[in-house]
């Protein structure tokens, strides 16, 4: 499984930034729950948002109407579209994935999942 993100970079607070994650080694239509977490140094990671396979998705409370996870099954891309953006969006930014289903603690114990990219960064300005 190899998971590539792209797409970040710096804003300004109020602005917009698309990440993006391409998977390989399995397909977003498969049993996997993907997730993008997020991690500011010297902080726990957290999950920002995940979604499963019926599809679902889910978002922490922060980021809720703000930020949107989405897939596109044909080109195998997760994304996450991040609007309204405040400087405490920034972080390094990580695609994620585990087989089968996400339940609600996943937002605390990022450890459950399986697979990691590299990260992309995300530096917002206010």
């Known amino acids: 499984v190899q998971l590539v993100e792209s797409g970040g970079g710096s804003a300004q607070a109020g602005g917009s930034l698309r990440l993006s994650c391409e998977v390989s080694g399995f397909h977003l239509d498969d049993e996997y729950c993907t997730a993008w977490v997020r991690q500011v140094p ?10 499963d396979f019926y599809p679902s998705t889910h978002y922490r409370d922060s980021v809720k109407g703000r930020f949107s996870i989405s897939k596109d099954t044909a080109k195998n891309i997760l994304y996450l579209d991040m609007n309204r953006l405040t400087v405490g969006d920034t972080a390094m930014y990580y695609c994620a994935a585990k087989s089968y289903y996400c339940v609600e603690r996943i937002f605390r114990q990022t450890s459950e999942f399986t697979f990691w990219g590299q990260g992309t960064q995300v530096t917002v300005s206010a």
């Open 42 to 51: 010297g902080k726990e990671r957290e999950t920002v948002a995940y979604i």
